[in-house]
C-alpha cells in the first residue's frame, strides 16, 4: 500500500485563484496508472480550498466560522477533486471520491472507514480523498489538511511509503544555494529549521512527514514537475527527492 499526496502547490497555480495545472496534473495521473500496487490520493486545496479558507479567515483550530466560508470552501474542493477525478479516469486510472467527511467524525477518524479504505484500494479502485472544511459539533468547523489526512490514514493503514507530491525537489538544507537533502535521517536539520527557512505550508508537510517516520514508516519527498520521480520511487526504489526513512 502507497499513500500520494498531492499538493496543492503542484495540481494549481497558488499565485492565481482558482486557476488548476492541468497539464501537469495530466502527467502526473498518466504515471500513476503504471503503479502495480493498491495506492491512495490525497490531495491539497491549493488555489482553491486553501484560497477560500484564507479569505474567509479559516484555519485548523475549530471554531464557529463564517457558514459561508464552510460552504465556499467545501464547493471549491467538490470542484478541484472533479479535475483530478476527471484526469484519472482519462488515463484508465478508476478513482473512488471519499470526501474526508466519509471516514471522519468530528476530528476523529471513523476506525472501521479508514481501514475500509484499504479494501476498497486492494480491490483495484483507487480512494482518493482531499483537504476540506469539516463539520466539528456545537456550530463549529474547521479545516482539515491533506497533510494531516496522510498521518491518519498512515497511522492505520501502514503504508510502505508514503509521497509527498510537491512544486520543488524536496527539502533545501539552504533555501540560496537550493542544496537538497537527499536523507533526513543523516541530516541535523530539524522542524525549527524549516520555520525560519519555509513557508508555514512547507513546515506542516515536515510535520507530518515527521509524524509519519515516527511510526517507523518511509516518508519521500518528490517533485512532481518530474512525475517519473514517482514511479521510480515506488517501482525501483530510487529516491531523487527527500527520504524520512522509519525510525
Ligand atoms: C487543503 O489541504 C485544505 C483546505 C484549505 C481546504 P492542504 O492544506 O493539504 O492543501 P495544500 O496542499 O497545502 O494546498
Known amino acids: 500500500m502507497i499513500l500520494i499526496k498531492l499538493g496543492g502547490s503542484i495540481i494549481t497555480n497558488k499565485e492565481r485563484p482558482l486557476s488548476p495545472r492541468v497539464s501537469t496534473i495530466n502527467k502526473i495521473t498518466s504515471q500513476l496508472k503504471k503503479i502495480r500496487e493498491p495506492y491512495v490520493i490525497v490531495h491539497g486545496g491549493g488555489s482553491f480550498g486553501h484560497y477560500w479558507s484564507v479569505k474567509y479567515d479559516m484555519h485548523t483550530k475549530p471554531a464557529r466560522y463564517d457558514t459561508r466560508?464552510?460552504?465556499?470552501?467545501?464547493?471549491?474542493?467538490?470542484?478541484?477533486?472533479?479535475?483530478?477525478?476527471?484526469?484519472?479516469?482519462?488515463?484508465?486510472?478508476?478513482?473512488?471520491?471519499?470526501?474526508?467527511?466519509?471516514?471522519?467524525?468530528?476530528?476523529?477518524?471513523?476506525?472501521?472507514?479508514?481501514?475500509?479504505?484499504?479494501?476498497?484500494?486492494?480491490?483495484?479502485?483507487?480512494p482518493v480523498t482531499f483537504g476540506d472544511a469539516l463539520w466539528y459539533g456545537a456550530k463549529k468547523s474547521y479545516i482539515l489538511s491533506g497533510d494531516r489526512i496522510m498521518s491518519i490514514l498512515a497511522k492505520v493503514l501502514r503504508p510502505r511509503l508514503s509521497i509527498f507530491v510537491l512544486n520543488v525537489d524536496g527539502l533545501y538544507s539552504d533555501f540560496k544555494s537550493k542544496k537538497l537533502i537527499y536523507d533526513m535521517r543523516g541530516s541535523s536539520f530539524s522542524t525549527q529549521d524549516v520555520a525560519m527557512d519555509v513557508t508555514g505550508g512547507m513546515r506542516r508537510k515536515v510535520e507530518e512527514a515527521t509524524r509519519i517516520s515516527r511510526m517507523g514508516l518511509k516518508v519521500f519527498f518528490v517533485n512532481g514537475n518530474k512525475p517519473q520521480r514517482i514511479t521510480d520511487a515506488i517501482q525501483k526504489n530510487k529516491f531523487e527527492g527527500t527520504l524520512f526513512r522509519g525510525s
Open 69 to 126: 466560508g464552510v460552504a465556499i470552501v467545501k464547493n471549491s474542493m467538490i470542484q478541484l477533486d472533479k479535475i483530478i477525478l476527471d484526469s484519472l479516469v482519462r488515463n484508465r486510472v478508476s478513482p473512488y471520491s471519499l470526501p474526508p467527511t466519509d471516514f471522519m467524525s468530528g476530528n476523529r477518524p471513523i476506525p472501521a472507514k479508514v481501514r475500509e479504505i484499504k479494501k476498497i484500494a486492494e480491490s483495484g479502485l483507487v
